[in-house]
């Protein structure tokens, strides 16, 4: 078994969570055990935890239940670790929809279906990670079956990192590898040289720009974003429907609001207009959803603000030009003019960061 304290770069741990059988090579974990300094690990408080079965296998075969949450919540797993850069890879028990959050802010997103797994980045700079599984969708069970904590580097800043804001056109689904459904957000990091960027997408579906900014996802970008970074936001579908009550106006506003507090960061900013609708053809045949999603602001607002734009909603209609309605509307899902499927999202990707390369943005190139 490594140090429990992860010391050497390339150190993993594991924990099962649960009162079941503890898988080989992990550590076991119930959820009435406490912290303690003398293990380094345990529930700060075990009160507000509960075990609960799960259906999957191995160590997600059983999990533990957060009966409290939030992100501020101090109902936290919580583990000794030494300063430095850590890859934390989740594994959720039954659940509709969780995020998980560390360090007071959100890490992963709404976290979707039994046993989702995802992973991200985090710098541990005071001895130790605190960690919970919190609200996704209100009712739900928030669960933990696993976690594997590996030691990337000594250095507690996390790599460059492109980070994503958006709605369900752009966010990640579950499993993330085979999902029907995808957003293009989930299906960027093919396309991104991953020895210079990770890809942290904090969308999320129905999301609107006064909620992006004022629920937790913007301040978990704010926490960890640095110059070198990328901030690629793409808002405004929902921000139209009348339920939401946010006006153009007060939409580019806060738009301006938070590409401004990510510019003083010292990172860029890209903003990224919405592709339109499946079926904003016109009787020639050309695609065109131009007057869509408030998106005449977003393109404005980057040319206030000098921030580089992506116009995502022009881009892929030419692109369902050239390939016809037909074609078009198998790249979205069943009965849904609106979300793309996996391949549909793909392509977005792939326009996308075709985009971002034409523009010639420092660190953007493919893979080899």
């Given at each position: 078994?490594?140090?429990?304290?992860?010391?050497?770069?390339?150190?993993?741990?594991?924990?099962?969570?649960?009162?079941?059988s503890?898988?080989?090579?992990?550590?076991?974990?119930?959820?009435s055990?406490?912290?303690?300094?003398?293990k380094?690990?345990?529930?700060?408080?075990?009160g507000?935890?509960?075990?609960?079965?799960?259906?999957?296998i191995?160590?997600?075969?059983?999990a533990?239940?957060?009966?409290?949450?939030?992100?501020?919540?101090?109902?936290t797993?919580n583990?000794?670790?030494?300063n430095?850069l850590?890859?934390?890879?989740?594994?959720?028990?039954?659940?509709?929809?969780?995020?998980?959050?560390?360090?007071?802010?959100?890490?992963?997103?709404?976290?979707?279906?039994?046993?989702?797994?995802?992973?991200?980045?985090?710098?541990?700079?005071?001895?130790?990670?605190?960690?919970?599984?919190?609200?996704?969708?209100?009712?739900?069970?928030?669960?933990l079956?696993?976690?594997?904590?590996?030691?990337?580097?000594?250095v507690?800043?996390?790599?460059?990192?492109?980070?994503?804001?958006?709605?369900?056109?752009?966010?990640?689904?579950?499993?993330?590898?085979?999902?029907?459904?995808?957003g293009w957000?989930?299906?960027?990091?093919?396309?991104?040289?991953t020895?210079?960027?990770?890809?942290?997408?904090?969308?999320?579906?129905?999301?609107?720009?006064?909620g992006?900014?004022?629920?937790?996802?913007?301040e978990?970008?704010?926490?960890?974003?640095k110059?070198g970074?990328?901030?690629?936001?793409?808002?405004?579908?929902?921000?139209?429907?009348?339920?939401?009550?946010?006006t153009?106006?007060?939409?580019?506003?806060?738009?301006?609001?938070?590409?401004?507090?990510?510019?003083?960061?010292?990172?860029?900013?890209?903003?990224?207009?919405?592709?339109?609708?499946?079926?904003?053809?016109?009787?020639?045949?050309?695609?065109?959803?131009?007057?869509?999603w408030?998106?005449?602001?977003?393109?404005?607002?980057?040319?206030?603000?000098?921030?580089?734009?992506?116009?995502?909603?022009?881009?892929?209609?030419?692109?369902?030009?050239?390939?016809?309605?037909?074609?078009?509307?198998a790249?979205?899902?069943?009965?849904d003019?609106l979300?793309?499927?996996?391949?549909?999202?793909?392509?977005?990707?792939?326009?996308?960061?075709e985009?971002?390369?034409?523009?010639?943005?420092?660190?953007?190139?493919?893979?080899?």
């Amino acid at each position: 078994m490594p140090s429990l304290k992860a010391e050497a770069v390339n150190d993993e741990l594991k924990f099962d969570f649960g009162a079941g059988s503890v898988e080989s090579g992990y550590i076991g974990l119930s959820a009435s055990d406490g912290y303690s300094a003398e293990k380094g690990y345990g529930f700060h408080t075990p009160g507000n935890m509960r075990n609960v079965s799960a259906s999957g296998i191995g160590a997600a075969s059983d999990a533990v239940q957060f009966l409290a949450y939030g992100t501020k919540s101090t109902n936290t797993f919580n583990i000794d670790l030494a300063n430095g850069l850590y890859e934390i890879k989740v594994v959720l028990g039954n659940t509709t929809r969780s995020s998980v959050a560390a360090e007071g802010v959100y890490q992963i997103i709404n976290m979707t279906g039994n046993s989702a797994t995802d992973k991200f980045q985090i710098p541990v700079t005071d001895g130790q990670l605190n960690l919970l599984v919190t609200e996704g969708k209100a009712g739900a069970a928030f669960t933990l079956s696993a976690l594997k904590i590996r030691k990337l580097s000594n250095v507690p800043v996390t790599n460059r990192t492109i980070y994503i804001g958006g709605d369900s056109t752009v966010c990640n689904y579950y499993p993330l590898d085979s999902s029907t459904q995808a957003g293009w957000g989930q299906m960027l990091p093919p396309y991104v040289n991953t020895k210079t960027f990770q890809v942290r997408n904090m969308a999320s579906g129905g999301q609107i720009a006064r909620g992006f900014r004022g629920d937790g996802q913007l301040e978990a970008i704010l926490k960890y974003i640095k110059p070198g970074d990328y901030f690629i936001l793409q808002l405004g579908i929902n921000d139209t429907n009348p339920k939401n009550n946010t006006t153009e106006a007060e939409f580019k506003e806060i738009m301006r609001d938070m590409v401004r507090q990510v510019k003083a960061t010292g990172a860029t900013v890209i903003l990224s207009t919405p592709q339109g609708r499946a079926t904003d053809f016109n009787a020639q045949g050309v695609h065109s959803s131009v007057n869509r999603w408030y998106r005449h602001s977003t393109v404005a607002l980057a040319q206030e603000e000098n921030v580089p734009l992506v116009d995502l909603n022009v881009l892929s209609s030419a692109y369902f030009t050239s390939i016809g309605p037909e074609a078009t509307l198998a790249l979205y899902m069943p009965g849904d003019t609106l979300h793309p499927n996996r391949t549909g999202a793909a392509e977005l990707a792939r326009i996308l960061f075709e985009d971002l390369v034409r523009q010639g943005l420092d660190g953007f190139a493919f893979d080899d």
